[in-house]
């Protein structure tokens, strides 16, 4: 069973504070808390390898479930053949209402979370044909979308790439952001080419010359990136010693002194 506790707070963020699923290989019912925070870095797709080949027969016909924001649904994806992922015949759909919008996937197998706009996800020579993804190697993934199209349908697949059948629980939040508090989307971290790392932070109602605080220490060398003409910038770049503050907590506060709700950045310079 997937439990979420959705809270707004200052109508700027949320918090899901836990996913529990039983523990792999048990017969009862324990359960592992996993914590999930929002605004975790979609990726764009990358091309299948023969390793990790996508069976075809899932998204060429299938049922399509209209989600309702705050309202999980769940499911279960059958196991792939050796040395492959399937993914699920089931496709999810939304058309989004508000300004960000937060997808969150928790299963007790690996499972990949794949979003494409306007047409379903299909398979094309063995490769999913996606606009996003969030591809890690566990069971919990999440996809945020900043300023989507209301006027498009968002189609959500499913990915299992485990060796058993992928029990899972999606939902999606869509979040209000006002516009005069900071907002957290997301963190990042790009290699420079003098091989040392910069730590990108995307929001929104940021402004120029705000302070950055990671877990209570303030980076010296921040830089402010796509300011519009009222002076709000949407990403933030640490580019001295960024590493040492990762993974950490996260806190953006505005010249007026505005603070924006903590973010859990998990990202670190080893992985």
């Not at 605004?39 to 060429?60: F, L």
């Not at 690996?110 to 999913?128: A, C, T």
């Not at 591809?135 to 968002?154: A, F, L, M």
């Not at 109602?205 to 705000?210: D, H, Q």
């Amino acid at each position: 069973m997937l439990n979420k506790t959705v809270r707004l707070i200052g109508i700027s963020a949320f918090l899901i504070t836990a996913v529990l699923f039983p523990e792999q290989g048990s017969s009862g019912q324990s359960v592992r808390p996993l914590l999930i925070q929002p605004g975790v870095a979609a990726r764009e797709i990358q091309p299948a390898t023969t390793s990790t080949r996508v069976m075809p027969s899932a998204a060429m016909q299938g049922d399509t479930v209209e989600l309702t924001p705050g309202v999980q649904v769940m499911g279960s994806i059958p196991a792939p053949a050796q040395g492959a992922c399937l993914l699920g015949l089931t496709q999810f759909t939304f058309v989004p209402r508000e300004s960000i919008i937060e997808i969150v996937l928790a299963s007790d197998r690996n499972v990949d979370l794949y979003v494409r706009f306007g047409q379903r996800v299909s398979i094309e020579g063995g490769e999913i044909l996606a606009d996003i993804s969030s591809v890690k190697p566990t069971g919990v993934e999440n996809i945020s979308i900043t300023n989507p199209d209301p006027e498009t349908t968002y189609f959500i697949a499913i990915n299992n790439c485990s060796a058993e059948t992928a029990n899972f629980a999606l939902v999606i939040f869509e979040i209000v952001v006002d516009p005069f508090i900071p907002f957290i989307i997301s963190c990042d971290l790009k290699r420079r080419p003098t091989g040392a790392f910069s730590l990108v932070i995307t929001g929104e109602a940021i402004r120029e010359g705000a302070r950055v605080r990671i877990d209570g220490e303030e980076p010296k060398k921040v830089k402010f990136k796509n300011i519009s003409t009222n002076g709000f910038a949407s990403k933030i770049i640490v580019k001295k010693k960024a590493c040492k503050f990762l993974p950490g907590i996260i806190v953006v506060t505005n010249p007026d002194g505005i603070h924006s709700q903590p973010f859990v950045c998990t990202l670190s310079c080893s992985d």
